[in-house]
């Protein structure tokens, strides 16, 4: 996201001082178990969408300044990542449906362990892999308005009632359907967004993305995805960059630029220079291999590595 130095600073304080505060209060509420502590969101950026009648930007392939340096913070080496579906994922309306789902499990199956994933382990003390370990679902407990707040409810109620485990090397991702707002400007002020807070006391790394079908103008690069889900084929792209921006800036007190910007930022909406076409006309810039023995499409947002330059060896094959 966008954050001048002083915002994320301020941003930084703000939460040390909420969890001060929330120090001494019992944070097991009886039947509910504990609740997220404190958590503000890093949010991503929201930008137009070119559509397919223009190529999408490549992105410059020199030094992207200011530099990305580490402030300290801890990384995450090869973190599990957790998937909540929240809303209703079986609709008529092509894309809040299983096939999306299928998009998201293999994107994150092909992409762990690939070259363009690889780039993170440029950052010390990052593998470059990460594991899929489980996912659940969650049928609207916050309703159809999800709060900054209602997302970290998602995931400490999946977490208290046992359908996920609590795992502090986790990332949870709260992915609603199209029907769903966050109101903190899912569509308008942001596609994604990742923070962290404590749930008895354990480090809970989290990010909310929407399905892009709410907002293909804002949130996808293409009005048709190269699975012809052009929703879930632009909530990937962002699911990529939380993933990577977590996994690099975990405690956001590790690496981002000078202007807080942290690494996907800085080639978020670039998609470099090598692009094919599916039959319907989506570009796409990578394909990746599926469980199943096959591979996909997709087009996926560049990454910057630990020497600020954004990923561009994109081959439109197994990546
Ligand atoms: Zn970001």
């Not at 709260?174 to 404590?198: I, K, N, P, R």
């Not at 048709?224 to 632009?234: H, L, M, R, T």
Request: aromatic share 10%; with cysteine; charged share 15%.
């Amino acid at each position: 996201m966008k954050r001048n130095g002083l915002l994320r600073k301020t941003l930084i304080v703000c939460l040390f001082a909420a969890v001060a505060a929330f120090a001494d209060k019992p944070d097991d509420t009886p039947g509910n178990g504990p609740t997220m502590q404190g958590g503000p969101p890093e949010v991503h950026v929201h930008h137009g969408n070119p559509h397919v009648s223009a190529a999408p930007p490549a992105g410059s392939n020199g030094v992207i300044t200011p530099v990305i340096t580490s402030h300290g913070g801890p990384v995450m080496n090869a973190p599990a990542v957790y998937l909540i579906w929240y809303g209703n994922w079986n609709q008529s309306n092509g894309s809040d449906n299983a096939a999306g789902q299928q998009i998201i499990r293999d994107l994150l199956y092909g992409m762990n362990g690939s070259p363009y994933y690889a780039t993170n382990a440029s950052y010390t003390g990052v593998s470059g892999k990460f594991s899929v370990a489980k996912e659940t679902t969650d049928n609207y407990s916050q309703g159809f308005r999800l709060s900054d707040r209602g997302v970290a409810n998602v995931v400490s109620n999946a977490i208290n009632s046992s359908r996920l485990i609590k795992d502090s090397n986790g990332i949870y991702f709260v992915l609603s359907s199209s029907d769903v707002a966050e109101t903190s400007g899912f569509c308008s002020q942001y596609c994604g967004w990742h923070t962290y807070g404590f749930l008895g006391g354990t480090n809970i790394k989290y990010a909310f993305v929407g399905n892009a079908n709410r907002c293909l103008n804002s949130c996808a690069i293409q009005s048709v995805g190269p699975n012809g889900n052009a929703g879930v084929d632009g909530m990937a792209s962002v699911v990529a960059h939380e993933l990577e921006e977590t996994n690099t800036d975990p405690n956001l007190n590790a690496w981002y630029d000078a202007n807080g910007w942290e690494d996907a930022d800085k080639c978020a909406w670039t998609f470099g220079s090598n692009l094919s076409q599916t039959a319907n006309g989506a570009y796409y810039n990578m394909t990746l291999p599926t469980s199943t023995g096959g591979n996909r499409p997709f087009m996926i947002q560049r990454e910057l590595d630990a020497n600020s330059l954004c990923y561009v060896n994109y081959v439109t094959k197994a990546q």
